[in-house]
């Protein structure tokens, strides 16, 4: 997974509560993203990040934030988890804009 | 707004025949268009990817066809196999811009 790990890999939470993913990269590459991927949606981007402390929204943001305080990491928070937030979400790198990504494994989140 | 289309949504291919998925694209901006494919409890990952300075490019089974006054591309894949039953991707970005993804299709060979 070009040596990218998300972590936890599978969570379960209730409606209301706080959840941290995280993305840790060895790759060192300077764009790293958000996805959600859902039944019939595809993979939806939720935030991105062209270098430490910058983040951007992609389209669908609302109910996420974003930070990074290191080049190898990029977390993405749920400030208060709904149900429609149950989904997969993966993480991908890129050395530069615009060209290849290389995805992580995923994080499987349930909000019940 | 800028969206990649794709379909079929879901296909079925006979082992040894040609899986066949297209996209189109609105913006003529794009020029890098890469292909993800997907397996069950798996990140996408890089399957083969053109810019449009070419209209076909091909790695192994897998080729793309691109037509840029359409605005389509597509994949193919020969002699399609089981191993190849995954979840497809196409996507399209321009200059530093981040990739647009179609919705995907989910391929099954039978065997």
């Known amino acids: 997974d070009a040596g990218i790990t998300q972590s936890p890999r599978h969570k379960v939470t209730e409606t209301g509560t706080p959840v941290t993913l995280r993305c840790h990269q060895t790759?060192?590459?300077?764009?790293m993203y958000w996805y959600r991927q859902d039944p019939g949606h595809g993979l939806r981007l939720i935030h991105y990040?062209?270098?430490?402390?910058?983040?951007d929204k992609g389209e669908v943001s609302d109910g996420y934030s974003v930070s990074r305080s290191k080049t190898e990491d990029f977390l993405l928070t749920l400030e208060s988890a709904t149900s429609s937030q149950t989904s997969v979400y993966f993480c991908?790198?890129?050395?530069?804009?615009?060209?290849?990504?290389?995805f992580g494994p995923g994080t499987r989140l349930l909000v019940l | 707004q800028q969206q990649v289309k794709q379909s079929p949504q879901s296909l079925i291919v006979q082992k040894g025949g040609i899986s066949i998925i297209n996209c189109a694209y609105e913006?003529?901006?794009?020029?890098?268009f890469p292909w993800y494919q997907q397996f069950p409890g798996k990140g996408p990952a890089l399957l083969i990817a053109?810019?449009?300075?070419?209209s076909e490019k091909k790695e192994g089974r897998f080729t793309i066809s691109f037509n840029k006054s359409a605005k389509q591309f597509s994949l193919h894949i020969m002699d399609s196999q089981p191993g190849d039953s995954a979840t497809y991707f196409c996507?399209?970005?321009?200059?530093?811009?981040?990739?647009?993804f179609g919705k995907g299709t989910m391929l099954l060979v039978s065997p």
């Open positions: 053109i810019r449009p300075d070419v």
């Open positions: 913006n003529t901006a794009f020029d890098y």
């Open positions: 790759e060192n590459h300077r764009y």
């Open positions: 991908a790198i890129e050395s530069r804009g615009g060209g290849t990504q290389y």
């Open positions: 996507a399209a970005s321009s200059g530093y811009s981040t990739l647009t």
């Open positions: 990040s062209y270098g430490v402390k910058d983040t």
